[in-house]
């Protein structure tokens, strides 16, 4: 039961206090939210973008390019610029995914140590 003067009881909520709402699902949708309508149709880019992420879809056409470049008579590749410059894109690309996966390695290989010497694993 309520005492008659709980109509003007003060409703006091310090920060980080009162009533707690969290939404933890991940929200990736304003991603694609930020397609312009005209410019394509963002649940068809989510889409897309489930079955080849755009680095993967830019690695396949930067490898195709290149190979088919590279088809050409050599005195046109030689002195083509941008093939050469999506070479060393590519090229740059190539070593920083390889420095993420030697790091990755290494923290592994780190991990496995704690592990051993805890007797988790023999």
């Known amino acids: 039961m309520y005492p008659w ?15 707690v ?6 929200r990736l949708d304003w991603f694609f ?9 963002a649940r068809i880019e989510a889409r897309v973008f489930d079955v080849a992420s755009y680095g993967r879809q830019l690695g396949a056409i930067t490898d195709a390019l290149i190979d ?15 093939l050469k ?10 070593s920083v995914k390889d420095a993420e996966y ?10 496995i140590q704690r592990l051993r010497k805890r007797g988790a694993i023999a």
């Not at 088919?68 to 941008?82: C, F, I, K």
């Open 21 to 26: 709402a969290q939404d933890i699902e991940p």
């Open 33 to 41: 939210n930020g397609i312009r309508p005209e410019a394509g149709a």
């Open 102 to 111: 030697d790091r990755e390695l290494v923290d592994l290989e780190a991990r």
């Open 5 to 19: 003067f709980w109509l003007w009881a003060p409703q006091l909520h310090l920060p980080f206090s009162g009533d």
């Open 68 to 82: 088919l470049a590279e088809r050409l008579p050599a005195d046109v590749v030689a002195g083509s610029e941008p």
């Open 85 to 94: 410059a999506l070479r060393v894109i590519r090229d740059r690309i190539e």
